[in-house]
């Protein structure tokens, strides 16, 4: 991690940064963040990042009184601390303290915010071209849970899942719903390609609405392809041509594998190798250079 970072509004090294023990991320999970890219000195897409932690707040109750200008500035801070023009950005923001039992009292006000920037470590270059091997997720996403569609801290879930893909050998694993509907994978969005046309699960399934997902979307309709976000059962998948998942560290990633059974032909498809160009042409008009 960064060596400085920011903190409530100051740089500081990143052992002096400390969390109330009161702090509501720390004592209930409650809390949102965000992963970024910063290519070239600039932060990719930042506006649509900040606008889906605001929404979440907003829609979570959560009490935090943060702008997007006060958040951008904090990235740029600490980019600028730790000498960083390429890098992998975390933003956490909780409410702070937050009542307990039995208090009468007002509260204290004070929003946690902490952002570090680090070297970004990509994934396997034999991954991009060969692709991944993903496996079914053991858990199930429900569309009552209230934290669904939203990034937070209550993330053991997610690490538990992927803690399963590793120990069956797999670099992902792809969460169903309640009503065995294809969600998304635990770190990333999930797209497929069935009959020549890119197919993603709806923002309702539900499913985080991600920024590299917006983008896929974006520069795929622009090129020409044919777009749908609809429903995926187990069978659409599995006899999907191409599989390929979405995140903004892992950028477009194919998947060639779901456990024992091979996607398409096995190798790469040529939508994804299209639709991985487009992407980073869109970084390179967004942020200055090439992918």
């Known amino acids: 991690m960064s060596s400085l970072v920011f903190f409530n509004g100051k740089i500081l090294p990143a052992a002096e940064a400390r969390v109330s023990a009161f702090d509501a991320g720390f004592t209930h999970a409650a809390g949102l963040f965000e992963t970024l890219r910063v290519y070239n000195g600039r932060i990719m897409r930042f506006g649509d990042h900040a606008q889906r932690l605001l929404a979440s707040a907003k829609a979570l109750h959560m009490a935090v009184d943060?702008?997007?200008?006060?958040?951008?500035?904090?990235?740029?801070?600490?980019?600028?601390?730790?000498?960083?023009?390429?890098?992998?950005?975390r933003l956490t923001v909780t409410p702070g303290p937050i009542p307990k039992?039995?208090?009468?009292?007002?509260?204290?006000?004070?929003v946690t915010t902490v952002i570090t920037a680090e070297p970004v470590r990509m994934y396997p270059p034999e991954l991009y071209k060969q692709g991944m091997r993903v496996c079914i997720c053991p858990y199930r996403q429900n569309r009552l849970d209230p934290l669904a569609g939203h990034k937070t801290l209550a993330y053991l879930p997610r690490l538990l899942a992927m803690k399963d893909a590793a120990e069956r050998k797999c670099n992902e694993s792809l969460w169903f719903n309640t009503d065995n509907r294809l969600a998304e994978g635990s770190v990333c969005n999930?797209?497929?390609?069935?009959?020549?046309v890119v197919v993603t699960p709806?923002?309702?399934?539900?499913?985080?609405?991600?920024?590299?997902?917006k983008a896929v979307i974006e520069v795929a309709k622009a090129a020409g392809m044919s777009v749908e976000e609809r429903?995926?059962?187990?069978?659409?998948?599995?006899g999907s041509e191409e599989v390929f998942l979405?995140?903004?560290v892992l950028e477009i990633m194919p998947v060639t594998a779901i456990e024992r059974h091979e996607v398409g032909t096995g190798e790469v498809g040529a939508v994804t190798r299209r639709l991985r160009e487009l992407y980073a042409e869109l970084v390179g008009r967004e942020c200055g250079r090439n992918g």
Do not use: C, H, M, W
Not at 101 to 110: A, C, K, L, N, R
Not at 190 to 196: A, D, I, L, Y
Not at 231 to 238: M, P, R, Y
């Open 66 to 89: 943060v702008t997007a200008e006060y958040l951008e500035q904090g990235i740029r801070e600490v980019l600028a601390a730790n000498k960083l023009d390429e890098a992998r950005v």
């Open 101 to 110: 039992p039995g208090d009468t009292g007002e509260v204290p006000p004070g």
């Open 190 to 196: 999930v797209f497929t390609v069935q009959k020549g």
């Open 202 to 213: 709806p923002l309702d399934t539900p499913v985080l609405p991600g920024t590299v997902r």
């Open 231 to 238: 429903s995926i059962d187990i069978n659409e998948l599995l």
């Open 246 to 248: 979405t995140g903004s």
